[in-house]
């Protein structure tokens, strides 16, 4: 029994020119666009729906005052961060004393420790 092995479907690659042609002519239709290239119907369809979000990406205006973008963050979320950053002051500022404290009663009970020998 000999089985014979079925060569592989070459697929073409096409370059962005290539597709913008097969996307934007007016003089064949769709189908003949997708005989003569190959390709199926759903390639073509993304073809032309990444064309179209190019198109408005390009068109988009490419900066914008930061009056126009509107705030970065909401106002309540800058109260949010707000908030939580003044807790962790005041966190760090009881940590800070109770070190100092800490640092202070530290050579008492040294001192301390070292008679009871």
């Given amino acids: 029994m000999t089985t ?9 690659v096409y370059n962005a ?3 913008a042609q097969a996307v934007w002519t007016e003089r064949r239709r769709p189908a003949e666009v997708c005989r003569q290239m190959n ?4 390639m073509l369809g993304q073809w032309q729906e990444r ?12 900066c914008r ?9 909401t106002g309540k979320l800058e109260r949010l961060l707000a908030r939580q ?11 800070q004393k109770r070190l100092a404290k800490l640092a202070a009663e530290a050579p ?10």
Avoid: F
């Avoid at 014979?4 to 073409?12: D, H, L, S």
């Avoid at 390709?39 to 759903?42: R, S």
């Avoid at 179209?52 to 490419?62: K, Y």
């Avoid at 005052?65 to 963050?73: H, I, N, S, T, V």
């Fill in 4 to 12: 014979e092995i079925k060569p592989k479907k070459e697929t073409k």
């Fill in 17 to 19: 020119h290539q597709r």
């Fill in 39 to 42: 390709i199926n119907g759903a």
């Fill in 51 to 62: 064309a179209m979000a190019g198109m408005l990406e390009a068109l988009q205006p490419r």
């Fill in 65 to 73: 005052e930061e009056q126009q973008l509107g705030p970065a963050l």
């Fill in 85 to 95: 950053s003044l807790a962790m002051e005041g966190k760090q500022a009881k940590l």
């Fill in 108 to 117: 008492a009970v040294a001192a301390t420790a070292s008679k009871e020998k």
